[in-house]
């Protein structure tokens, strides 16, 4: 097949990561007789420093003309100071709502051999395999937002449709798995909750009577999370609960640098990251874990280009290599033997390049 995918690098790690999980891309357009045509864009603080806007109305439409969007991390301490009236991670916000990219789905299932790289007990982590279906382009990231000298309001608003839409996709993946859905709010506090917990109701009530439903509130969703994680199947929630939540999740898989995620909407291109961010701290090192770019480029193969083989290709790679003990430093942890971004990146290409479609 032909596909055009736009690559958005952005900031600090976002390119060394991308840059592997577009090799791990090449070597499958070469093994399968595909043709992938890569696309650079700006985004984000490298958008700013270029042309002043964090996403050029160019990169968007470069977005909207492919098949997918392949996304690095954006920000960074150069473009943080708080009073800033243009920031990176607008960049990123515009491009999620440019796409419709309404449905964030993130997955987490730790894999075995790094049990001991969290922090929890290791029977805590056996049979974990969830999938975090979070809100991506509504709520309090997108209400109106007001700055006094001494006043700031920033307002929380979901609308039947948003809702209505974001849990259909959960309640679809959930009647995939076991049928189990939790959907978590703070209907004890909020209005949009109360919104949030009755359509989600009537909708699975109305529409999928195959899927168990259960509420359950945020902040007891958050030590549940850590306390029981096997009991979660799939969970879907609103746009900052659901980011809290899957940066806390990151934990059980073992690092930030492993959860990959997919934000799809009802047509147009699907958007790919890593949910992990720019990393300050490690970027320009080289170190960085490329796998959750890799594990995005994977769900980019089976949403956007329903190549199914191909993307459990790419997976059981990463699966693979983290078998054999191909750790960068954030898994491996410090003073142990570990590989740079580049070597787990290689790795990840040699069982790809060794794997052989089936006929
Ligand atoms: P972060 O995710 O960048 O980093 C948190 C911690 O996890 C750091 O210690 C970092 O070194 C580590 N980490 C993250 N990804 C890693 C990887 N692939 N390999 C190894 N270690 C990894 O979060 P932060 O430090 O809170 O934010 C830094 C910047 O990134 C901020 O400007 C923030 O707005 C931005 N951010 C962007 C995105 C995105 O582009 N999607 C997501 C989150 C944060
Ligand atoms: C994420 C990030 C973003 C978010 C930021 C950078 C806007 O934390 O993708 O999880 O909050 O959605
Ligand atoms: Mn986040």
């Given at each position: 097949m032909k596909a055009k995918i736009a690559v958005l690098a952005g900031d600090g790690i976002g390119p060394e990561v991308t840059t592997q999980a577009q090799r791990v891309l090449q070597v499958i357009a070469d093994n399968w007789d595909h043709t992938f045509e890569f696309e650079d864009a700006l985004v984000g603080g490298a958008a700013i420093d270029a042309v002043g806007d964090p996403l050029p109305d160019s990169t968007l439409k470069t977005c909207r003309e492919s098949d997918a969007v392949l996304f690095g991390a954006i920000g960074g301490p150069?473009?943080?100071?708080?009073?800033?009236?243009?920031?990176?991670?607008q960049g990123l916000l515009r491009l999620r709502r440019g796409l419709d990219a309404f449905a964030n789905i993130r997955p987490v299932k730790p894999h075995p051999d790094l049990l001991?790289?969290?922090?929890?007990?290791?029977d805590r982590l056996e049979n974990v395999d969830l999938v975090v279906v979070r809100e991506l382009t509504g709520g309090i990231y997108f209400g109106k937002k007001t700055r006094d000298a001494d006043r700031a309001t920033d307002e929380c608003a979901y609308s039947v449709p948003e809702i209505e839409r974001i849990v259909r996709v959960a309640a679809r993946i959930a009647a995939d798995r076991s049928g189990q859905l939790t959907s978590v709010d703070k209907a004890n506090v909020l209005e949009t909750s109360r919104l949030w917990r009755a359509t989600t109701e009537r909708v699975i009530r109305d529409e999928f009577p195959q899927v168990r439903l259960e509420h359950v509130l945020v902040d007891a969703a958050a030590m549940h999370l850590l306390q029981k994680p096997a009991a979660f199947d799939v969970i879907v929630t609103e746009n900052m609960f659901g980011d809290i939540l899957t940066d806390e999740a990151s934990v059980l898989a073992g690092s930030m640098g492993l959860l990959p995620s997919a934000s799809l909407s009802d047509d147009g291109p699907g958007l790919y990251e890593p949910i992990h961010g720019s990393a300050p701290d490690i970027?320009?090192?080289?170190?960085?874990?490329?796998y959750a770019a890799i594990l995005s480029a994977s769900m980019l193969l089976r949403?956007?280009?329903?190549?199914e083989e191909e993307a459990d290709v790419v997976e059981r790679a990463v699966w693979r290599v983290i078998h054999e003990g191909v750790l960068t430093t954030d898994l491996a942890g410090e003073g142990k033997r570990s590989v740079n971004t580049q070597a787990a990146g290689d790795a990840v290409c040699e069982i790809v390049a060794t794997s052989t479609p089936c006929m």
């Amino acid at each position: 097949m032909k596909a055009k995918i736009a690559v958005l690098a952005g900031d600090g790690i976002g390119p060394e990561v991308t840059t592997q999980a577009q090799r791990v891309l090449q070597v499958i357009a070469d093994n399968w007789d595909h043709t992938f045509e890569f696309e650079d864009a700006l985004v984000g603080g490298a958008a700013i420093d270029a042309v002043g806007d964090p996403l050029p109305d160019s990169t968007l439409k470069t977005c909207r003309e492919s098949d997918a969007v392949l996304f690095g991390a954006i920000g960074g301490p150069k473009w943080d100071d708080p009073n800033a009236k243009i920031r990176p991670e607008q960049g990123l916000l515009r491009l999620r709502r440019g796409l419709d990219a309404f449905a964030n789905i993130r997955p987490v299932k730790p894999h075995p051999d790094l049990l001991e790289a969290a922090p929890l007990k290791a029977d805590r982590l056996e049979n974990v395999d969830l999938v975090v279906v979070r809100e991506l382009t509504g709520g309090i990231y997108f209400g109106k937002k007001t700055r006094d000298a001494d006043r700031a309001t920033d307002e929380c608003a979901y609308s039947v449709p948003e809702i209505e839409r974001i849990v259909r996709v959960a309640a679809r993946i959930a009647a995939d798995r076991s049928g189990q859905l939790t959907s978590v709010d703070k209907a004890n506090v909020l209005e949009t909750s109360r919104l949030w917990r009755a359509t989600t109701e009537r909708v699975i009530r109305d529409e999928f009577p195959q899927v168990r439903l259960e509420h359950v509130l945020v902040d007891a969703a958050a030590m549940h999370l850590l306390q029981k994680p096997a009991a979660f199947d799939v969970i879907v929630t609103e746009n900052m609960f659901g980011d809290i939540l899957t940066d806390e999740a990151s934990v059980l898989a073992g690092s930030m640098g492993l959860l990959p995620s997919a934000s799809l909407s009802d047509d147009g291109p699907g958007l790919y990251e890593p949910i992990h961010g720019s990393a300050p701290d490690i970027a320009g090192l080289g170190i960085a874990n490329p796998y959750a770019a890799i594990l995005s480029a994977s769900m980019l193969l089976r949403h956007s280009l329903k190549l199914e083989e191909e993307a459990d290709v790419v997976e059981r790679a990463v699966w693979r290599v983290i078998h054999e003990g191909v750790l960068t430093t954030d898994l491996a942890g410090e003073g142990k033997r570990s590989v740079n971004t580049q070597a787990a990146g290689d790795a990840v290409c040699e069982i790809v390049a060794t794997s052989t479609p089936c006929m």
